[in-house]
Nanobody
Framework: QVQVVESGGGLVQAGGSLRLSCAAS????????MGWYRQAPGKQREVVAI???????NYVDSVKGRFTISRDNAKNTLYLQMNSLKPEDTAVYYC?????????WGQGTQVTVSS
């Protein structure tokens, strides 16, 4: 079994920054793709950023140039540096880890950006 735990959410004013972390633990033989998703009230969950085990990254257009995804393979940890936050970034942010060829989700962390 693999556990995924996010941290780092909170309340921030527009223009501010937050850094999310996601730690994967348990019986991990390999981790492939890792990513951040978010779900705003009344909306479907959407992908925010993805990083492969080779370090290739992809971002949704709305966060390009503001968010940076990174990973520490030695610690099985994923990060999301979020700068220049906007009220429309308000959502629950979820970490997704493909470990042992199976996707695992964290419980989510709330990010609220006030105007």
């Amino acid at each position: 079994q693999v556990q995924v735990v996010e941290s780092g959410g909170g309340l921030v004013q527009a223009g501010g920054s937050l850094r999310l972390s996601c730690a994967a633990s348990g019986r991990i033989l390999s981790i492939n793709r890792m990513g951040w998703y978010r779900q705003a009230p009344g909306k479907q969950r959407e992908v925010v950023a993805i990083i492969t085990n080779y370090g290739s990254t992809n971002y949704v257009d709305s966060v390009k140039g503001r968010f940076t995804i990174s990973r520490d393979n030695a610690k099985n940890t994923l990060y999301l540096q979020m700068n220049s936050l906007k009220p429309e970034d308000t959502a629950v942010y979820y970490c997704n880890v493909v470990a042992n060829l199976y996707p695992y989700w964290g419980q989510g962390t709330q990010v609220t950006v006030s105007s």
